[in-house]
Structures are given as structure tokens and as C-alpha cells.
């Protein structure tokens, strides 16, 4: 069994949970539920490239268990508009049949702007949803509910199935102050808690830190504390979603009397939808363009701009590397990274702050001033939302593995039945019902790589390609062979990228031709029809050799040309 098509029929009053993303990692949240022959998706989030995947521009989930099920799907719902939960759509919204999305205003405002790029937009239903309201999809009865987070308009689920109540956290934390002062809606928790919980998916990414996570409030404080000490140009660098954030740096700005440029396209597009939302409050005084700077006293402006994980082809980087043909920095002006230090990141963001400091601006970043405090819940605020919601089965989600296995010993000390406490990984569906648990075989799952316009094309073995190009170089054997009479009218020549340098490698890479000419000569190439295993043979007496003289292992193509 491969496919969801090919599971079993479920128990009218059984639930199945299946993951595609999201469990083991950080990114890719993809959750699958399915009741009475229907199926609800929450979430689609895409992962940004790991070290290793050379060439990538981004990841997605695998989608292929749910082929042949398509019509069976009777809604995407978003917790809320984060890429790492709303980013794979335009790339799979079609495979998966082009389902109806909800969602709140913000987080649909930002999945218009995807699906108007990918020219996907006139195939697609969204509809929004306001906290505390509820909306039937086939057999699933959705509630919404305000849920506080990194992003505006963040929500959780509470998802009523003939199985019973399933309450899915989304990305959250208990934060009692928000800039919006709209705080994650306990009072609704704690109804669904008396009235009974069958099953709850709780985030579990902060699960390692004790106690609880800062206010949001402690950053606009800070930021209120540094500005006015700046006496040259200031830079804010953070993520574009974070409308909070850059609420409170606005409103800094403009406290000291400080002109604001947006820059940077997700930093502008997204700004701009939260605007015209009315997410985020900017003064039309208060902007000015790139245009404006030539005019404009360098203390009097503040510049918010992407690029705070030093992405190389960012703003900042640019900046920081000199090499930003309209914005610069001086010595005496102020830099400040209000994001988190994304693990696999640190190196990149090292060097980033490096060269701002060679560029003479004071730097402000996250090991060393309170300009950035994370979104997701810590121990304690975790435990508050078990003693709340009490629900019978547990199975953590939004993390890496250790932190799946950390909530759920978490959720065993809260109370819930050492055997009902589920770590799952992704592509295994665990049954839900009063009766129990149960999981079952292992369905297809895994990741998409999208390189460029390609979807799915470039794959593990390209990746290792990639690699072995990049650790131990090339070398290029051509060879011109007589197909008829088996002569050699042309090489072996053999050139090399990465490997060796050939004007000062001559002696040794006479030697790797002499031995490529041994092989050739044990072989009867006019008997030859098959062409590919000589290809093969020289491969492999290459590999052999530069294993006995150089220890390395390039990559080898021999190139063989029938004339």
C-alpha cells in the first residue's frame, strides 16, 4: 500500500490522521484527516533548501498518497500565513484538484499574491473565516480560533468529526500582551476541554525551553530604547510576514522622527497587503521611496528590509558587501537583525554581521540585545494548554523529532495515558476512534525539490551529483571511435573542471589517458554494439587509477562519439 486510495475503508466513527509534512522537520506542514470517505487538508507549507541540496530554490511535500483521492478533498484550511505552511500551494494546488482554501483575511491575502503569480488565481475558491466561526466541509465541522503568533491573524482548529473533537494548536504562544491585543482564546479552549476532547495536535517546536516565551511588547520596547541613540542611518532587518514586528518598528521610527523605506519585494508586497487589510498602520508621511534619500538627512531615515539570514542575494547582503547600488552604509550608522538565528543559518548570518561591521555600522542582533523574541509556546505555556483542553490522545506536531518525542513525555506528565501519547513521523496514518489507536502501514511521503521552473525533476541522485561536483570536480574523457571498423579517429582526451589543473597536471593526466588507452585496447570495439559499456569500463579503470594515485573520486563522463 502506497496510496491513500489503496488503505482500507475506515469505521463510520473512525478517524484517520495522516502527515505529509511537517514531523521530523521545521517547514513543510502538511496535515491530512479523513472521516466517512472524506478528507480535509490543513496547511501546505513549503521548506527552505538544507546545505546539502546545492542548486535548490525550495521545497515541497510529497503529495503522491493522496492520488486518486482528489475528489475526496473538501477543503484546505490554514492555520495561518507563514511559508512554512501556506508556500507549497501554487506548486501543488493543482495536483491536489484545486480544493477550496480557508482562511483568515491576512493569511488569504497573502495566498492571493502566490496564486495571482502562478496565474492560478482564476481557478481558485477562498474563502475567509473570522475567528470563532465555524464552516462545514463535507463530514468536518471547522471552528476557527484566534490563536497569537509571529503573524497576524494566526488561528487554531477546532475540528468537529463523527469521531469526536480534534483541536489543532497551529503555531502558537500565550502571549497576555499582543501588539494587536488579540491574544490566543483560552476561554474557547477551556469550553472545548469540559465538553470533551478526542485527539489534540499541539505545536511543539519551543517544547525544550522552560518556562514561558517573551511578549511581542519586549521587542517594540527595545526598539524604542536603541533609536533614539542612533545617530546615522538605522537598518531593520526581519522576516516580511511579521507584521507585528514591523508594526512596532514603525511606530519607533516615527516616535524619533525618522522618514521609512520598505524594501525589498516580499518585505513591499506583503506590507502593502497589510495595509490595505488594515493590519498595519503606516502614515503616508511617514514613506518615502529609494528616490528620497538623496534629499533626505541619513539621521532622519529608518530603512526596513529582508534579508536577516544572509541570504547572499538579499539587500542586506548586498549592502554589507558594498555592492547595492542604492543604499549604503557609513560608519556611524546602526544595523539591526530582528529574526532568529535559523538553524543552518549561523555561518551565513556570522559573515553577514562581519562584513556590516566592516562597513563601520553597530550591529544589534539576537544573542546580544532582547530585538527579537520567537513566536511558538514554551514549556509552561504548553502545559497550560493540556490542563485546558485534556484531551484523550496526544500527537505532537511543528517540530524535529526530538521535539515530538519531548512534547509527548510532556503530555504523559499532563495527564494523557502513556499509550495514547503518539510520536508519528510523516507518511504514517495512525488510526483515531473511541476504541483506540492503531497505525497502519506506511503510506508515500517524502520532498519535492523545485529548482528554477522545474517541479519534482530534480531528485537524490541529481542532488548527489551536485555534490561530488562540488566536493571533487570533473574530468571530461572524449573519445571519436569508427562505429564500422571499431578505429579510434579521435582522443582519448581527457579535460578537467575542479579537479586538477591541466597545464600543471600534463605528466598525470597522460598517465590517466594511458590508462584509459589500456582499457580500450582489451576491448574489440568493432564487436561492440552496445556503447554504454565501454562508457562503464572507462569509468571504472579512471576511478581506479585516481583512487590509487590521488585518492580522489571526481565525477567522470566519458563522452564517446559513433562516427
Not at 476557527?144 to 497551529?170: C, E, K, M, N, Q
Not at 496526544?394 to 523529532?401: R, T
Not at 605528466?507 to 584509459?516: G, Y
Request: with cysteine; proline share 5%.
Amino acid at each position: 500500500m502506497t496510496t491513500l486510495a489503496q488503505a482500507p475503508e475506515l469505521h463510520p466513527d473512525a478517524l484517520r490522521l495522516l502527515p505529509l509534512g511537517g514531523l521530523g522537520e521545521i517547514g513543510l506542514n502538511l496535515m491530512v484527516l479523513e472521516c466517512r470517505g472524506d478528507l480535509l487538508l490543513i496547511d501546505c507549507g513549503l521548506m527552505f533548501p538544507e546545505a546539502y541540496m546545492m542548486g535548490i530554490d525550495l521545497v515541497i511535500p510529497d503529495v503522491s498518497a493522496l492520488a486518486g483521492r482528489e475528489a475526496d478533498i473538501r477543503g484546505l484550511v490554514l492555520t495561518h500565513g507563514h511559508e512554512d505552511h501556506i508556500g507549497a500551494i501554487p506548486f501543488l494546488y493543482e495536483t491536489l484538484g484545486c480544493p477550496p482554501i480557508y482562511g483568515t483575511a491576512l493569511t488569504l491575502g497573502l495566498v492571493r499574491g502566490k496564486l495571482e503569480e502562478h496565474k492560478l488565481i482564476g481557478r481558485a475558491r477562498l474563502e475567509t473565516v473570522a475567528p470563532r466561526e465555524s464552516v462545514r466541509l463535507g463530514v468536518f465541522a471547522v471552528e476557527f480560533y484566534r490563536a497569537a503568533h509571529s503573524i497576524v491573524d494566526g488561528a487554531g482548529l477546532i475540528i468537529r468529526t463523527p469521531a469526536g473533537t480534534v483541536i489543532h494548536t497551529g503555531d502558537f504562544k500565550l502571549d497576555q500582551t499582543p501588539v494587536d491585543g488579540q491574544p490566543t482564546d483560552l476561554p474557547r479552549l477551556a469550553q472545548c476541554g469540559e465538553e470533551g476532547v478526542l485527539l489534540l495536535l499541539a505545536d511543539s517546536t519551543n517544547v525544550e525551553k522552560e518556562g514561558y516565551t517573551l511578549s511581542e511588547r519586549v521587542v517594540g520596547e527595545a526598539f524604542q530604547q536603541i533609536l533614539p541613540g542612533c545617530g546615522g542611518l538605522v537598518m531593520v532587518a526581519t522576516f516580511s510576514s511579521n507584521i507585528h514586528r514591523i508594526q512596532q518598528v514603525v511606530d519607533a521610527a516615527v516616535a524619533c522622527g525618522r522618514s521609512v523605506l520598505i524594501n525589498g519585494r516580499s518585505m513591499v508586497t506583503n506590507t502593502d497587503i497589510a495595509r490595505k487589510l488594515g493590519y498595519l498602520n503606516i502614515p503616508d508621511s511617514a514613506l518615502i521611496e529609494l528616490r528620497d534619500l538623496r534629499d533626505i538627512p541619513r539621521d532622519q531615515v529608518l530603512v526596513i528590509t529582508t534579508g536577516s539570514q544572509g541570504e547572499p542575494l538579499s539587500a542586506l547582503a548586498r549592502i554589507a558587501m558594498d555592492d547595492h547600488k542604492q543604499l549604503s552604509l557609513e560608519p556611524g550608522d546602526t544595523v539591526i537583525l530582528s529574526s532568529k538565528f535559523i538553524p543552518g543559518n549561523e555561518k551565513a548570518i556570522s559573515d553577514l554581521i562581519n562584513h556590516l561591521y566592516r562597513r563601520g555600522a553597530e550591529v544589534f542582533y539576537e544573542t546580544t540585545s532582547e530585538v527579537h523574541v520567537s513566536g511558538h509556546a514554551s514549556q509552561e505555556e504548553l502545559k497550560l494548554v493540556h490542563s485546558l483542553v485534556r484531551p484523550r490522545y496526544f500527537v505532537p506536531v511543528h517540530g524535529e523529532y526530538r521535539h515530538l518525542v519531548k512534547h509527548a513525555q510532556l503530555a504523559r506528565r499532563m495527564g494523557v495515558a502513556p499509550e495514547n501519547a503518539v510520536v508519528l513521523e510523516n507518511g504514517q496514518p495512525l488510526l483515531v476512534s473511541e476504541n483506540g489507536l492503531r497505525r497502519e502501514e506506511r503510506l508515500e511521503s517524502g520532498r519535492i525539490f523545485v529548482d528554477g521552473k522545474g517541479v519534482g525533476d530534480v531528485g537524490i541522485m541529481q542532488l548527489r551529483d551536485r555534490s561530488r561536483l562540488a566536493n571533487h570536480g570533473m574530468v571530461i574523457v572524449i573519445l571519436a571511435i569508427n562505429q564500422k571498423t571499431g578505429e579510434i579517429l579521435y582522443g582519448p582526451t581527457i579535460h578537467t573542471k575542479g579537479f586538477v589543473t591541466e597545464e600543471e597536471s600534463g605528466e598525470f593526466l597522460e598517465q590517466a589517458r594511458q590508462a584509459v588507452c589500456a582499457t580500450l585496447a582489451e576491448h574489440s570495439l568493432a564487436m561492440l554494439s552496445d556503447w554504454e559499456e565501454l562508457r562503464v569500463e572507462v569509468r571504472k579503470s579512471l576511478r581506479r587509477f585516481f583512487n590509487r594515485t590521488i585518492e580522489r573520486r571526481p565525477m567522470i563522463l566519458p563522452v564517446i562519439l559513433e562516427l
